[in-house]
């Protein structure tokens, strides 16, 4: 990659390393990563449990320190960056985790509007318009005003996908996203993020271990014990 792809991608990781634990406990988790992410794009990260994935896409997101190593998201370089920086960043950003975190006592559409909220706007009518629109984006038009206790996991797992995405954030970090929805959902929610990508110029950062979702990604990265042991653009 030349200075300037590095200079425009929305992701640019470059000598990450990362360590948990203090004194004797202290452990290298991270080691060496170096990724340049390309706008619009979807990449995977796969790897076996406690390889560092959760540890990169986090780094990556802003969601944890920089401890060693250059991260640049959006144009600003994170190791160092004020905690209000921090905020005004993560504000472009979608995030979709294994566990959804609904609030239970919210109906469907109000807990796709706290992704806007964390946004500090107030609740207009054309933002009900927007929540309800991706809503239905995600296939859950006419489960508006259900209670999360009301809906299946999967139900669950695609109001956390529309909450993440009805602030049309330019990077959507995803861990696991599919893994409590049935294939045929999982994959169609990421042919949506897919689809974003092409339209929006939306890029996505997903973990997941699902064979019909790695066919839809434009590139696999592989970690192993914190390194990357393959990086393979598909098409
Ligand atoms: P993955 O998401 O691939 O399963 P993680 O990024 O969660 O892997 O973890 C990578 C390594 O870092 C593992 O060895 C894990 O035990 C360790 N690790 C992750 N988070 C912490 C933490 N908060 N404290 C201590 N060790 C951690
Ligand atoms: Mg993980």
Redesign the pocket.
Known sequence: MDDLSNATAPVAVKGLNHW??KGDAR?Q?IWDVNVTVAKGSLTVLM??????????LTLMGCLRDVQDGGVRLLGHELNGISEAQAVMLRRQLGFIFQAHNLHESLTATQNVLMGLEVHGRHNSAQQVQAARHVLQLVGLGDRLDYLPANLSGGQKQRVAVARALVSNPKIVFADEPTAALDKDSGKSVVEMLKALGQQRGTTTIM?THDNRILELADRIIT?ED?RIVSDEHQH
Do not use: R
């Open positions: 948990f634990g452990k988790a790897g076996p449990s406690g390889s560092g994935k959760t540890t990169v973990v970690l914190g």
